[in-house]
C-alpha cells in the first residue's frame, strides 16, 4: 500500500455508472438525516437498561445480575443478525428491510413497557439486537447508495451523530425519568422516538432496488481480503482494548484519583461530549483516507489510557485523558465503517455485517477481559490492558499501510442526477 487516500469511487450495482465525484453533488441527505435518527434511537434504546436496572429489576422481581441480561442478550443476537440480515433480506427493496428494522425497534420498546417477567423482557431485548445488528449492517451500504462517493465519510459522520448524543443524553435522560415518572416511561419516551424515527424514513428513502443477492459463503469471501481482515483484526484489539478500559474506568477515578460522585459523572459527562467533536474529526480524516482516522484515534486512545495508568492520582490530568479518549474513541467507528466499505465496496453490506459482528465481540471481549484484570490486578490495570491494545492495533494498521492494495470498485450514489 502506498499510503495514499483510497479512491472513493465505486461500480454501480446495477450498471456500472460512474459516480458523481464532488461532494457539492446532490444527495438524498435527509434521508441520511434519518438513518442518524434511527441510530440515536436504536443506541437509546441500548444503553436505557444500565440507568434504570435497579428499579426495573425490583418490579420484574429478579436480581440486578438477572435483569442486567437483557443487555447481553441485544449484544449476542445484535453479532448473530449483523451478517445474516442481508443475506436473508437480499431479494427485497432495501428501503422496505429498513422499515422493518425501525419496527422490530419499536416492538421492542413496546413489548418492554408492558414487560411483567423476565422472559418477556429478554424476548423484547432479542428483538432489540435483531434490529440493532441488522440496522448497522446495512447502514454503511445504504449510504453508498444515497450520497456521492466522496460523501460517503461525511455521511457516515451524520450517521455516527446518532450514536455521540444518544451516548450523551441516553443515561442521565433515562436515570432522571425513571426517577420522576417510572422505569416504563423511558422506554415509552425510546419508543416514541422510534416511531419517529421510522415516519422519517419512510417520508425520505428511496426505492432501493435490491443489488445481488448476497450469500453466506460470500462472509467468508469479504473476511479473506486483506485489508478487511487487518481492519476486523484491528476492531478486536482497539475496540475491546477501549470497552475494557473504559467499562472500569469508575473503579479507577474512586480509588485511584478519589473523586466524589459529582465529580466523576462531570468528568464522564465531558467525554460524551468531546465523543461529538471527535466525530467529526474522524470523518474529516476519513475523507482522506480511513486509515488516518483509524491511526490517529487509536495513538489518541492508547496515550490518554497510558496517561491514566501513569498519573491516574492527578484529577486534572485524568480528566483531560479521559476528554481526548472520548473524542479518540468516536473517531474510530467512522474510520472503521469508511474503511471496511472502502475494501468491499462491491458486497458493502455483507461488510457491513461482519465490521458490527466483530464490533459486538469486541464489546463483550473488553467486558470480560477488564473484568478479570480488574478483579485479579487491582482497577488501572484495564486501562493498561487498553493502551496495550490500542497499539498493537496501530502496528497492524500501519502494516499494512506499507502493503499494495487493489483499487477499490466503484458505486454510484443513484439519487444524484
Known sequence: MDGSAPQSTWKSAQDGATPHEGPEAPAAWTAIGALALGVFALVTSEFLPASVLTPLAADLGVSVGAAGQAVT??????AIAAPLTPV????FDRRLVMWGLMALLCASNLLTVFAVNLPMLLVARVL?????????????ALAMRLVPAKALPRAMS???????VATVSAAPVGA???ATLGWRAAFVIAGAVGALALLAQVVTLPRLAPTTPPKLRGLWQVARRPGVAAALIAVLLVISGHFAGFTYVRPVLEQVTHLGFETISLVLLVFGVAGFFGNFAGAFLAERDPRLAV??????????ALAVVTLGAFAAVVAVALAVWGFAFA???????????SEASDQAELAGGLLTSTFQVAIALGAVSGGVLVDHLGAVSASAYAGLAAAAGIAVVAALRRGARPAPTPVACEVCP
Open 73 to 78: 442478550a441485544t449484544a449476542v443476537v445484535g
Open 88 to 91: 436473508l433480506t437480499g431479494r
Open 128 to 140: 432489540l439486537g435483531a434490529s440493532l445488528g441488522g440496522f448497522w449492517s446495512m447502514a454503511a
Open 158 to 164: 451524520i450517521v455516527f451523530t446518532g450514536v455521540s
Open 176 to 178: 432522571y425519568v425513571s
Open 295 to 304: 491511526l490517529a484515534g487509536a495513538g489518541l486512545l492508547a496515550a490518554s
Open 331 to 341: 473517531m474510530l467507528p467512522v474510520g472503521f465503517q469508511a474503511w471496511v466499505t
